[in-house]
């Protein structure tokens, strides 16, 4: 394997273990599995992870295409190690901030706002979608699309997204793809498996401390680097 694209591998890697374990969208996955088939839970999830990815690692190289190469490196440089006194400044703020409740509950209200929306579909509707419902579920099915949609909004504009648009303007994309992807699907593995006895052993401080650091070395890294402009 190329250096590069190791380097940029072993990066995104690390850098999304770290801020996946513990994320919103780590709980929403592992409760999503207590309550619904598992093998659906994960596909959602992962897909909407994986296309996240991707696209940020597409920006992330087109950004210096855009910007020179050399501003694109500095605006990475300060990313890292802003993400990584934020991240810090979060652990020691919060300590153990109480996620999964806060995540499970949110889903909760999403499920009552849901189904009494339909309760409310008229009966000549419902025949209707009996009528589809064999061939659509061929293609789609609520459940994964429920989970899709929940993981590809959380994670939007999330802290660690912006960071693997940083990460692959400074790095091999291809390392960072694949690095962020089998970092995905291990931190979404596990907790669809491990469900809710897997998160109550997470503590948050401690991944959230790992992953400020982490940042902060990222950024010292890119900082005693040099580059073409």
């Known amino acids: 394997m190329d250096l590069s694209v190791l380097q940029g591998f072993t990066k995104s890697l690390a850098m999304t273990v770290l801020s996946e374990i513990g994320d919103k969208t780590f709980f929403a996955a592992a409760i999503l599995a207590m309550r619904h088939p598992r093998r659906l839970v994960l596909s959602g999830c992962l ?13 992330g190289w087109a950004t210096p295409n855009l910007i020179s190469r050399k501003w ?10 802003g993400f990584g006194l934020w991240s ?7 300590g153990e901030a109480e996620e999964f409740a806060e995540v499970e509950k949110e889903l909760n209200t999403d499920l ?19 009528q589809y419902r064999p061939f659509l579920t061929q293609f789609f099915s609520p459940i994964l699309l429920k989970a899709f949609s929940i993981t590809f909004f959380g994670e939007f504009g999330d802290k660690s997204q912006i960071a693997t648009v940083g990460l692959a303007a400074d790095e091999n994309p291809l390392g960072v793809v694949l690095g962020g992807i089998l970092g995905q699907a291990l931190c979404t593995t596990a907790a669809v498996l491990g469900g809710k006895s897997l ?26 680097s040099t580059v073409d402009s």
């Open 199 to 224: 998160a109550t052993q997470i503590s948050e401080k401690i991944v959230t401390l790992s992953g400020g650091a982490l940042f902060i070395v990222f950024g010292i890294q890119s900082l005693l």
């Open 72 to 81: 694109t490196h500095h605006i990475t440089t300060l990313l890292f190690l």
């Open 88 to 94: 810090l400044w979060e652990a020691f703020k919060d």
């Open 112 to 130: 009552k706002s849901n189904s009494g929306a339909t309760k409310g579909n008229n009966k000549d509707a419902d025949d209707l979608k009996k």
């Open 47 to 59: 897909g909407a992870l994986i296309v996240m990815t991707i696209l940020s690692v597409v920006v």
